[in-house]
C-alpha cells in the first residue's frame, strides 16, 4: 500500500512560480512511475507529466511545454512538480499518482488527495 500526500500549492501570481511535493510512503516508490494531474474548475482531470524509476519524465501538455518539470527524488521518497511562468489558466486541483510500470494512467494504483493552486491575472 502506497499514500501520497501532496503539498505546495496556494495562490500565486501570474508569472510566478510554485513548486509542489509528493510524498509517498511505502518502501516501493521508486518502483512506481509517478506522475502529476490537474483538474480545471468544470475540465477533466488531465494528465501533465509523468517519471519513471530512472528520471525520465514525458510531458502530456503542450501548454505547459518549457514551464513545468517533473523531478523524484527516490531516497527521499518524492516527486516534484517545478511550475514556472504560471498563468490563470494553470489554476486547478493538482493531483500526484502512481501507477506500475506494467500498468496505465487511465487508472492509477494510488492517488493523492490534491492540492490547490491558484493563479490570479
Known amino acids: 500500500q502506497v499514500q501520497l500526500v501532496e503539498s505546495g500549492g496556494g495562490l500565486v501570481q501570474a508569472g510566478g512560480s510554485l513548486r509542489l511535493s509528493c510524498a509517498a510512503s511505502?518502501?516501493?516508490?521508486?518502483?512506481?512511475?509517478m506522475g502529476w494531474f490537474r483538474q480545471a474548475p468544470g475540465k477533466e482531470r488531465e494528465l501533465v507529466l509523468d517519471?519513471?524509476?530512472?528520471?525520465?519524465?514525458?510531458d502530456y501538455l503542450d501548454s505547459v511545454k518549457g514551464r513545468f518539470t517533473i523531478s523524484r527524488d527516490n531516497a527521499k521518497n518524492t516527486v516534484y512538480l517545478q511550475m514556472n511562468s504560471l498563468k490563470p489558466e494553470d489554476t486547478g486541483v493538482y493531483y500526484c499518482?502512481?501507477?506500475?510500470?506494467?500498468?496505465?494512467?487511465?487508472?492509477?494504483?494510488?492517488w493523492g488527495q490534491g492540492t490547490q493552486v491558484t493563479v490570479s491575472s
Open positions: 511505502g518502501r516501493t516508490f521508486s518502483s512506481y512511475v
Open positions: 517519471i519513471d524509476w530512472s528520471n525520465i519524465s514525458t
Open positions: 499518482a502512481a501507477r506500475h510500470f506494467s500498468g496505465s494512467w487511465l487508472r492509477p494504483a494510488y
